[in-house]
């Protein structure tokens, strides 16, 4: 049972316009959700995270929004970089268990 | 800005040999984790650990497997007798506290592991 699902293995948009990464969850005790960035031969790192008791969280470029109803997020980068090229993993928690439950990840590809 | 470290970045080792890989977690973190990550799969979660004991396992985390922190700064994973099948990149991470709004998990760049 794949409780975290990112099904758009990969997305190409053009430097300047709006990437678009969405995540989809089964488990409704999810109470926090996390986007990671990853570059090839490093580890996952922290973009940005919202609460359940939210529905948008914004830092910089970088949105997440939370349709708790529909058990859907999405991170939002505009205006997108070619830096930005990386994969992309949703990860959803549930706070009173700690661990983290990844999807497979979206490879965003940002062309100049 | 601290980070998790993690050694070595490669292992090679024959199919049955234990395998120690190691991780340096940020030195106020409480949390740690393991996971690992198949080529092409997704990241999967192996264990947490807190207050020198296991609070979370997976399925993956079988009796082949083991975590220790034998002192105050590492946390080691160990494969008792590796098979083909463990081939994976292996990532420690480690939090300040609880989970929480404000305390994600920090990974460290893992450590390729090859099964022979």
């Known amino acids: 049972d794949q409780q975290v699902k990112q099904n758009s293995p990969s997305l190409s948009v053009q430097e300047g316009r709006i990437s678009i990464l969405n995540c989809d969850y089964t488990?409704?005790?999810?109470?926090?959700f996390l986007w990671y960035k990853k570059y090839p031969a490093e580890g996952p790192t922290f973009l940005i995270s919202?609460?359940?008791?939210?529905d948008k969280n914004e830092d910089g470029r970088f949105t997440v929004f939370l349709n708790k109803s529909a058990k859907h997020l999405s991170l939002h980068i505009v205006p997108s970089q070619p830096g930005d090229s990386a994969v992309y993993f949703c990860?959803?928690?549930?706070?009173?268990?700690?661990?983290?439950?990844f999807g497979d990840g979206t490879t965003l590809t940002v062309k100049p | 800005e601290p980070e998790v470290t993690q050694t070595p970045s490669h292992q090679v080792t024959q199919m049955g040999q234990e395998v120690i890989l190691r991780c340096v977690p940020i030195?106020?973190?409480?949390?740690f984790y393991w996971y690992r990550q198949i080529l092409g799969q997704k990241v999967e979660f192996l264990v947490s650990?807190?207050?020198?004991?296991?609070?979370?396992k997976s399925e993956i985390f079988d009796d082949q497997f083991s975590v220790e922190r034998p002192d105050g700064s590492n946390f080691t994973l160990k494969i008792r007798s590796t098979k083909l099948e463990d081939s994976a990149m292996y990532f420690c991470?480690?939090?300040?506290?609880?989970?929480?709004?404000?305390?994600?998990?920090?990974f460290g760049d893992g450590t390729r592991l090859s099964i022979l």
């Open positions: 991470a480690s939090r300040l506290g609880r989970e929480s709004r404000d305390q994600p998990q920090h």
């Open positions: 030195s106020n973190h409480l949390y």
């Open positions: 919202i609460s359940s008791i939210k």
């Open positions: 650990f807190y207050n020198n004991e296991i609070s979370e």
């Open positions: 488990n409704s005790m999810f109470d926090y």
């Open positions: 990860a959803a928690i549930n706070t009173n268990a700690g661990k983290s439950t």
